[in-house]
Structure formats: C-alpha cells, structure tokens
C-alpha cells in the first residue's frame, strides 16, 4: 500500500471510532499508535483500517475496531492495572490493552495464534504482554488476581473460575449469549457483595471453546 494512502486510511480510521463515540483520549492515542496491519494476514492487509472484522489464522477472526475500541473504553484501564485477557487471536487487542496498563496477560488455545502473537509483540518492542496457551475457562490462576479481564470470545454463561480471579472493585468485559446467535455484550464489577451487572451493546464474536484446541 503507498505510505500516503495508509496514512489517509489511519486518519479516516481514528475518525470512524470518534464519531461512532469513543471519547477517551488515551483509547483513542492507543488505537491510533498500534498498527493494526501488523495484525492481519497479508492478504487483508489493504483492508486492515476499515472498520470492520477480518479472518486470521485457525477459522478465527480479528474484532472490529470500534468493538475494540468501545471494550477497552468499557473496561477503564488504569496504568497500574493488571489485565487478563482470554482469546489472544492476532494479538490486536492485547497490544491496544498494553498500551494502557502495567501487564497483560492473555491466553489463547491455538498454539500457532500464540506463537504468532508472540512474535508480533517481539517485533514491535511490546515488553509487558505474556502469551498463554491453554484453556481461558480456566484463566490463569497462578498469576491471578487481576484488576480488569477481558473475554474476547463469547460464552453462554459467564466463567466462574474468572470470576474468582478477578480484584475486589476488578472489571470485566464479555460478550455472553449463544454460538452465531444474539450476544450481549456485558461489564461485571465485583463487590464486596457480589457481582453487579451492566449491559452494553449487541455484538456478534466467535464462540469460547474448552479446552486447548487439538489441532495447531
Ligand atoms: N482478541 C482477538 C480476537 C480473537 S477471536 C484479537 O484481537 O485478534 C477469539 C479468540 O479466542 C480465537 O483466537 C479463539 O481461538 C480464542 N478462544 C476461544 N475459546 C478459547 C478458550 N477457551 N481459551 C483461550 N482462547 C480461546
């Protein structure tokens, strides 16, 4: 692609996510500094500004950017924060994540996604991300608890085990609902209480799978 016409799309692209809604200045700084053509396969890579998701490795799917704009702006990062992440893919939103808190954490059960993941952190001198591979219904109890979680592929009920690894006033985002249905996507905040629970918008993501995959 020429530089003049990537450097158009990437404007066009931070303005999509401004009208659409995304106010927060240091979302917006983190989706305008991370370069999503990193994340796509070579063959999307003209169309990685457009608003919209794109296929990856493995039958999955890098999110929309809104989506992910609008998920990191939900989940209120603070610099000290941190975050779990379960559904790594291309990496895109855990890198976006990294820009705002102190460490992530994200987990993956395709081990290839993990691998190229990993790479792609490498290469672009990200330093505070740690690539899981394993099962996200399980988290990573070793590491937890931690302060925001973010399910980036949606379940019909929300992980207990996630639940418990998330920080007394920790924050998480996921989207719940049935396989290629209708999903929700839903803020928890835990309390001294309890849970309390938000609901967001309609959002359509592949679905969270147990177990580590079999295949790459
Ligand atoms: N956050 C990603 C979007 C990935 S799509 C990005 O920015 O590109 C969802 C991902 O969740 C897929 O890669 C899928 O393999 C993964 N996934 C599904 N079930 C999982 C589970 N139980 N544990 C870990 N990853 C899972």
Redo the contacts with the bound molecule.
Sequence with gaps: MRASQEKNDRMEFLLTLRKRGIGDAAVLRAMEEVPRDY?VPPAQAEAAYQDQALP?A?G????QPYV?AYMTEHLNVRPHDRVL??????????AILAKLAREVVT????RT?AETARKRFDQLGILNIEVVT????AGAPKLAPFDRIIV??AAEEIPQALVEQLAEDGVMVLPLGPHGGPQQLVKLTKTGEGLTREDLIAVR???????Q?QEL
């Design positions: 994340f990856i493995c999955q799917t890098i999110s992910v992440e379960i559904g790594t893919g291309s990496g895109y939103q855990a987990i993956e059960r395709y996604l394993g099962d996200g219904f980036t592929a993501f592949v679905p969270l799978l147990p177990g995959a």
